[in-house]
């Protein structure tokens, strides 16, 4: 099926939106936001035309505009760590774009746009340090106690928020694991479905040719009856004719 005019311009703007989400982009930059805002409106026009393409470039479709959104609403996360954990749970599209791209370009965009949070934080964690350090020379011989004490209250709630993040990173496999477990047995139940169909379609072949069988001797003893009744009918018929021509009338 060729292509449509609308499946053409969907496919433009979607990858002039990956493009821009590429670039590094400012707090004022707006066009991304309303690009992909555009997109979802023309993938639903899409999914309602009647020149539609197949299901399954429809879904890898969907998977790159959900990944745009998630993208934006990533970051606009205030810290880097919730950017970072974010990005974790993106899953960018499977094929490329365009004929042009070698690597789909979501999963170029995924990766940038990890690597960027993780500067992030790796800048956040520098400064934090050296903030620290010059926080530690200004204090006083007789303050040292109290500022150990902090370090400890801090390094306590530092240990508290790496378990959280654990739990939420076991949670998160966790999640994957049961989605994953899910996926396999929606699969499985397809094929026994399958399957199921396959053996019924054999049955029903197995049964249409038993019963044309059937037919078929049903017609030939019909057949061998209306001999047996022809003969029984000659029979007594000749038999009636010898009883009359042996054994006359009386007068």
């Known amino acids: 099926?060729?292509?449509s005019r609308l499946e053409i311009n969907f496919i433009r703007l979607l990858s002039r939106c990956e493009s821009l989400a590429?670039?590094?982009?400012n707090e004022t930059e707006w066009r991304l936001e309303k690009?992909?805002?555009?997109?979802?409106?023309m993938l639903v026009a899409l999914k309602k035309s009647p020149s539609k393409p197949a299901?399954?470039?429809l879904t890898d479709y969907n998977r790159k505009v959900d990944f745009l959104k998630g993208l934006l609403e990533a970051d606009k996360l205030p810290s880097p760590a919730e950017k970072s954990l974010a990005n974790?749970?993106?899953?960018?599209?499977?094929?490329?774009t365009i004929s042009s791209e070698r690597t789909p370009a979501s999963k170029t965009v995924h990766i940038q746009s990890k690597a960027r949070c993780a500067g992030e934080m790796r800048k956040e964690l520098m400064s934090s340090l050296d903030t620290d350090l010059r926080q530690r020379k200004s204090i006083p011989v007789d303050e040292r106690q109290s500022a150990t004490e902090l370090d400890a209250i801090l390094q306590h709630h530092h240990n508290l928020q790496e378990k959280l993040a654990d739990d939420m990173l076991n949670l998160a496999?966790?999640?994957?694991?049961?989605?994953?477990?899910?996926?396999?047995?929606?699969?499985q139940d397809n094929q026994t479905l399958t399957q199921s169909m396959r053996?019924?379609?054999?049955n029903f072949e197995k049964l249409k040719t038993e019963s044309e069988?059937?037919?078929?001797?049903?017609?030939?003893s019909v057949n061998w009856f209306l001999w047996l009744m022809l003969i029984v009918v000659s029979f007594t018929f000749i038999s009636m004719i010898l009883f009359i021509r042996l054994f006359p009338r009386l007068r």
Not at 22 to 25: C, D, T, V
Not at 88 to 96: D, I, K, S
Not at 173 to 187: C, D, F, G, S, V
Not at 199 to 202: L, N, R, S, T
Request: proline share 6%; glycine share 4%; charged share 30%.
């Open 22 to 25: 590429s670039e590094k982009r």
């Open 55 to 57: 299901p399954e470039i």
């Open 213 to 220: 069988r059937l037919e078929q001797h049903a017609k030939k």
């Open 173 to 187: 496999r966790n999640l994957k694991n049961n989605t994953l477990a899910a996926q396999n047995i929606i699969k």
């Open 199 to 202: 053996q019924a379609d054999m």
């Open 1 to 3: 099926m060729a292509t």
């Open 88 to 96: 974790q749970f993106l899953a960018p599209g499977r094929t490329p």
């Open 35 to 41: 690009y992909v805002g555009a997109l979802e409106e």
